[in-house]
């Protein structure tokens, strides 16, 4: 089955940098966008950006530009989230989500976001704490 | 950015009611618009993608409907599995936005 394996909690100190991972199986990697979304603690739901599978383009929130940075490597099927300069708003639950739209040759029509977040990681919690 | 905002941001009901949450965006999105579910300690789940089409796997008594700016989503009959906290999100453009959340409670 379709499936978003995270890597595990990290505790870091303002100023550092976090990389979190998230895994893919059960499907095509290159056929679908993966996106990142955030969750500081009792507070709602907030989209960090994208990366396409196919060609690793990117489309990230402004508000974070300059601190973070995506990746995937397609050999292993994993998409990977770096976030800088960590400051202790950034504490928050880190998930990865699969875009439902079949990208082909990188584009999804209507668009990407169009049909959704289908398929989710388990979350991997980042606590930034002096 | 596009603002969307979430009424009510909590409502209390019974298995058996019939639940109705609103959704309005701060400019047209057509129909670029999804519905999450989202218990405690767990990843949000799709449940309605483009305004009103049901997500595979979600029972009909979830739909949505609406377009342009204001949107619903409803649960025809709730269940004890439906206790959960409710996001809408845009898709129109960048950055995607999410409402606020609904908290359903008994």
């Known amino acids: 089955q379709v499936q978003m394996v995270q890597s595990g909690a990290e505790v870091k100190k303002p100023g550092a940098s976090v990389k979190v991972s998230c895994k893919a199986s059960g499907y095509t990697f290159t056929n679908f966008h993966i996106n990142w979304v955030r969750q500081a603690p009792g507070q709602g739901l907030e989209w960090m950006g994208w990366?396409?599978?196919?060609?690793?383009?990117?489309n990230c929130a402004q508000k974070l530009q300059g601190r973070v940075t995506m990746t995937t490597d397609r050999s292993t099927h994993t998409a990977y989230m770096e976030l800088r300069s960590l400051r202790s708003d950034d504490t928050a639950v880190y998930y990865c989500?699969?875009?439902?739209?079949?990208?082909?040759?990188?584009?999804?029509?209507?668009?990407?976001?169009?049909?959704?977040?289908?398929?989710w990681g388990q979350g991997t919690t980042v606590t930034v704490s002096s | 950015d596009i603002q969307m905002t979430q009424s009510p941001s909590s409502l209390s009901a019974s298995v058996g009611d019939r639940v109705t949450i609103t959704c309005r965006a701060s400019q047209s999105i057509t129909t670029y618009l999804n519905w999450f579910q989202q218990k405690p300690g767990r990843a949000p789940n799709l449940l309605i993608y483009?305004?009103?089409s049901l997500q595979g796997g979600v029972p009909s008594r979830f739909s949505g409907s609406g377009s342009g700016t204001d949107f619903t989503l409803t649960i025809s009959s709730l269940q004890p599995e439906d206790f959960a906290t409710y996001y809408c999100q845009q898709s129109y453009s960048t950055p995607l936005t999410f409402g606020g959340g609904t908290k359903v409670e008994i």
């Open positions: 483009a305004a009103s």
């Open positions: 990366i396409s599978g196919y060609n690793g383009h990117t």
């Open positions: 989500a699969r875009d439902a739209g079949l990208a082909l040759f990188g584009v999804v029509v209507p668009g990407v976001g169009y049909y959704g977040m289908d398929v």
